[in-house]
Structures are given as structure tokens and as C-alpha cells.
Antibody, heavy 118, light 108 residues
Framework: EVQLVESGGSLAQPGGSLRLSCAASGFTFSGYGMNWVRQAPGKGLEWVANISGSGAITYYADSVKGRFTISRDNSNNTVYLQMNSLRAEDTAIYYC???????????WGQGTLVTVSS | EIVLTQSPGTLSLSPGERATLSCRASQSVASSYLAWYQQRPGQAPRLLIYGAYSRAIGIPDRFSGSGSGTDFTLTISRLEPEDFAVYYCQQYGSSFLTFGGGTKVDIK
């Protein structure tokens, strides 16, 4: 059974940093791309970032490019999202989702809440 | 960027009724690379349909997808109590992945 478990969400100050983690199990982790997708309170879904199975290739939404970094550790079946220069508009539930670049997302974690406020 | 417009914003129906949800793209979606997701309150999204009409593993056959180009439809043939939720479409035919704004299906 595929499981994705996010952690690391919390309250952060504007301009601050956070690192999110997503622990994966139930599939051959290194064989699949992974994504972060976010949802602001009461709003729709926004794709944030994608990383290839090897970790060599990454893609970002324009809204986070240059501030967020996606990475992965295939030895520990974990994908990360390093979030720097946080803004109030980054407040959202962040979901980890399995899927290759330019594909659909076939499994999702339960999400972790990031709140950016002073 | 391909903008996806979902309609209606809210659909009020009774259990057992048929639901028809629309997703219209601002430009043609390559190779019908269009997916549908269901999100129940307090839960993560769940993949229902990919490639415009292929059901994901474990999805009941009362859910069906159709369409191509710029117009896509999700149909729920007979609403069950657990189907009252928000539904999102997503296109993955371009480098800029985008979602629609969602359609809420609520109980009449």
C-alpha cells in the first residue's frame, strides 16, 4: 500500500525558512517523480515543485522559483521542500504527491500546514 | 499557461441523481492529458480519472470522464452519500501544470 506522510509544517515569520519532509513507502521510491502541491485555506490546488526519480531534474512554479528547493534522499525514501524567504501568501496545506513530470498525481499524503505570519 | 474553468461552482443534488461537471480549458489540452480529483472535507485529494476518461485503480464505475481539446466532463451516474465533495480538474499537457477552481457537489 502506498503511503506518503508529510511533516515539518508550523508557524513561521515572514522572511523565515521551513523544511518540509515526506516519507514514502509501498512503492519503489527511486523509480518515480515526486511533487509538492499546496492549498491555501479555503482555496484550490496549486502545483509547487517536481523532482525526478533520480533527483537530477527539478521543476518549480513561478510563484516559488528561487525561494523553494525540492530534493530527495532515495536511501531513506524521503522527499523534502526547503522553503526560504517565506511570504504570507505561502500559507497553505502542503501535500506531497507521487507523479512524474507532466503527469497526474496518483497518490497524495494527508498534508502539513504551513502558516506564515508575524 | 492553460487556464481551466470549472462549472458550475456549486451543484446541489440529491443522492441517486446524476451529476455532470464541466472543465473548460483556455487552449487545447495536448493528448487529452486531463485528470479529475475528488476532495472530501478535511481530506487530501484523490485521483479519479486520468487521460480524460481512464478510471484510477479502485474508482467505482459510476464515475466517468469524457471530452477532448478544450471541453471535458466528469459524470457521476448515481450520487452516493460519500460522493458529496469538491472536484478538481487538472491538465498536464503543458509544462505549466494547472488546476481548475473546483466544483462543489453538495446535498440538496
Amino acid at each position: 500500500e502506498v503511503q506518503l506522510v508529510e511533516s515539518g509544517g508550523s508557524l513561521a515569520q515572514p522572511g523565515g525558512s521551513l523544511r518540509l519532509s515526506c516519507a514514502a513507502s509501498g512503492f519503489t521510491f527511486s523509480g518515480y517523480g515526486m511533487n509538492w502541491v499546496r492549498q491555501a485555506p479555503g482555496k484550490g490546488l496549486e502545483w509547487v515543485a517536481n523532482i525526478s526519480g533520480s533527483g537530477a531534474i527539478t521543476y518549480y512554479a513561478d510563484s516559488v522559483k528561487g525561494r523553494f528547493t525540492i530534493s530527495r534522499d532515495n536511501s531513506n525514501n524521503t522527499v523534502y521542500l526547503q522553503m526560504n524567504s517565506l511570504r504570507a501568501e505561502d500559507t497553505a496545506i502542503y501535500y506531497c504527491a507521487k507523479g512524474s513530470w507532466r503527469s497526474f498525481f496518483d497518490f497524495w499524503g494527508q498534508g502539513t500546514l504551513v502558516t506564515v505570519s508575524s | 499557461e492553460i487556464v481551466l474553468t470549472q462549472s458550475p461552482g456549486t451543484l446541489s443534488l440529491s443522492p441517486g441523481e446524476r451529476a455532470t461537471l464541466s472543465c473548460r480549458a483556455s487552449q487545447s489540452v495536448a493528448s487529452s492529458y486531463l485528470a479529475w480529483y475528488q476532495q472530501r472535507p478535511g481530506q487530501a485529494p484523490r485521483l479519479l480519472i486520468y487521460g480524460a476518461y481512464s478510471r484510477a485503480i479502485g474508482i467505482p464505475d459510476r464515475f466517468s470522464g469524457s471530452g477532448s481539446g478544450t471541453d471535458f466532463t466528469l459524470t457521476i451516474s448515481r450520487l452516493e452519500p460519500e460522493d458529496f465533495a469538491v472536484y478538481y480538474c487538472q491538465q498536464y499537457g503543458s509544462s505549466f501544470l494547472t488546476f481548475g477552481g473546483g466544483t462543489k457537489v453538495d446535498i440538496k
